[in-house]
């Protein structure tokens, strides 16, 4: 079984800075990509960034320009580097993880960490 643990949401006031955090624990054989999620009051949970263990990113329109995605590997841990933040970017953001064990696929949600912007 694999835990996420999220950190770094917060208040922050529209064009300010935040870095989420989010490491993945317990037995982990192949982490094949992690990914960052929000869900805004009212709306459906959507990606807001990914990337795979080669390094390739995925990223929606919305962050495109603004956030950055890394991890490191050898941690299993991913960050989001949000820059000039809006209001429409508020929400609980979720991390998420998928691999393999054994040869069985697994596919692990983090409790989520919220993030405000203020206008």
């Known amino acids: 079984q694999v835990q996420l643990v999220e950190s770094g949401g917060g208040l922050v006031q529209a064009g300010g800075s935040l870095r989420l955090s989010c490491a993945a624990s317990?037995?982990?054989?192949?982490?094949?990509?992690m990914s960052w999620y929000r869900q805004a009051p009212g709306n459906q949970r959507e990606l807001v960034a990914g990337?795979?263990?080669?390094?390739?990113?995925n990223d929606a329109d919305s962050a495109k320009g603004r956030f950055t995605i890394s991890r490191d590997s050898a941690k299993n841990t991913v960050f989001l580097l949000m820059n000039s933040l809006k209001p429409e970017d508020t929400g609980a953001y979720y991390c998420?993880?998928?691999?393999?064990?054994?040869?069985?696929?697994?596919?692990?949600w983090g409790q989520g960490t919220q993030v405000t912007v203020s206008s």
């Open positions: 998420n993880a998928y691999g393999r064990l054994g040869g069985v696929p697994w596919n692990s």
């Open positions: 990337i795979t263990s080669t390094g390739s990113t």
């Open positions: 317990g037995i982990i054989s192949i982490v094949n990509g």
